[in-house]
């Protein structure tokens, strides 16, 4: 059983986007970040 092109396609796309907003996201809000405060808070 062959697995269609477009279902491919759309898993490939869908796992691109989802990693890029679950990578991006935090990593932009991280360098938004006063580092001399971030690590006094820890």
Do not use: C
Request: aromatic content about 10%.
């Amino acid at each position: 059983m062959a697995t269609p092109w477009d279902t491919f396609a759309a898993a490939i796309g869908v796992s691109t986007v989802v990693g890029l907003v679950f990578g991006v996201a935090p990593a932009w809000r991280a360098a938004r970040l006063n580092v001399v405060e971030s690590l006094r808070a820890k």
